[in-house]
């Protein structure tokens, strides 16, 4: 088992959260001319936070759930069904540390979406499981919650995460957290004793680096400013929310250098069918919408989630959390 020393030489000062408020607001400076400058102009003006790509279609969709879904009455009506709170343990051993480096556990957990489709008894599941399992890091993938972050479910998160006794515990960001007053759960997470990882390195025991990379799609990912502070020596733990951000990450790497990447934001497809998902976002998400894949070197684990998005329920695609064990 690991112990939680000072910080290491590779890591770099954390961003805090006025840090983030403060880089959305530049953003207004690299607004692009024309039509395009004002299509972005106006997807930031309909998010609450720093979160790109949200669209008017979005934020009518919205505002019309916050209305449909008032008094959480799905979550509750969900709860319900037999099994609707069940959480499936994925257990993987991967072999990318140095020989005689020792083992490292590392849980994770991605996709909770608090709010009026995901029953909070099915979140607590998730993280007593993770709870039972001995780990050394805890790495939670991004998209907390779901419409809105509000005080109630920023407090409720960094509950769950107290569950969990782990010397080592980091998150990242995913886009529906990013649309929203995301300071919140940051500021919460934080005061969990929770490392916020944007774009940025911590050093680990036995050769190992978790590397923390922004949302692809919504946020400002730079995977070599995340790699700046890793030697070579070390075994990058890539954490992003989404699959979307691989390219990068395996862009910035030297090649056949071995690392692990996690993430979730897929849900699996969420409503899938016995032959697959019917719809997954995201062009590398489409290419691997779930589980253990080695692409060019490159061990990818895409977590199917926990929590429900536009609707509560999931089919052939049952909420998971994942506990990677990492050796020689």
């Known amino acids: 088992m690991l112990h939680r020393p000072g910080l290491g030489p590779m890591d770099v000062p954390q961003k805090g959260c006025v840090q983030a408020r403060t880089q959305h607001v530049s953003r207004w400076s690299k607004l692009e001319p024309g039509w ?14 720093r979160g790109t790509s949200y669209t008017p279609l979005r934020a009518a969709a919205e505002r019309a759930m916050r209305v449909l879904y008032r008094g959480d009455w799905p979550q509750a009506l969900w709860s319900r069904f037999p099994g609707a709170c069940d959480v499936e343990v994925t257990e993987k051993t991967l072999h990318v540390l ?42 939670l993938g991004g998209d907390y919650v779901f419409l809105d972050a509000t005080p109630a479910k ?28 995301h300071g919140l759960l940051e500021d919460a997470l934080s005061r969990a004793g929770v490392t916020y990882v944007e774009n940025a390195s911590r050093s680990l025991p036995h050769g190992l680096a978790l590397v923390g990379l922004d949302d692809p799609w919504t946020g400002a990912l730079d995977a070599e400013r995340a790699l700046a502070n890793v030697p070579d020596s070390a075994v990058p733990l890539f954490l992003c929310h989404s699959p979307d951000g691989l ?70 695609a049952k909420p998971e959390v994942v506990i990677l064990t990492l050796t020689a």
């Open 154 to 181: 920023a407090a409720l998160l960094a509950e769950l995460t107290t569950l969990v006794d782990a010397p080592y515990k980091f998150f990242v960001l995913g886009n529906h957290d990013l649309w929203t007053h």
């Open 36 to 49: 395009v400058g004002g299509l972005h102009f106006w997807m930031m003006i309909l998010s609450q936070g």
């Open 247 to 316: 390219p990068a990450a395996t862009a910035a790497l030297s090649p056949m250098r071995r690392a692990v990447y996690v993430c979730g934001h897929t849900h699996g497809g969420h409503v899938s069918s016995p032959f697959g998902p019917l719809v997954v976002p995201g062009r590398v998400g489409k290419q691997y919408p779930s589980g253990l894949h080695d692409v060019d070197g490159v061990l990818l684990y895409v977590s199917r989630g926990v929590g429900g998005i536009e609707v509560p329920f999931r089919t052939f």
């Open 98 to 139: 140095h020989p005689g480096a020792g083992t490292v556990r590392v849980g994770f957990v991605s996709d909770l979406h608090l709010g009026p489709t995901t029953p909070p008894e099915l979140a607590r599941r998730a993280f007593h499981e993770l709870a039972h399992a001995r780990l050394d890091v805890l790495l």
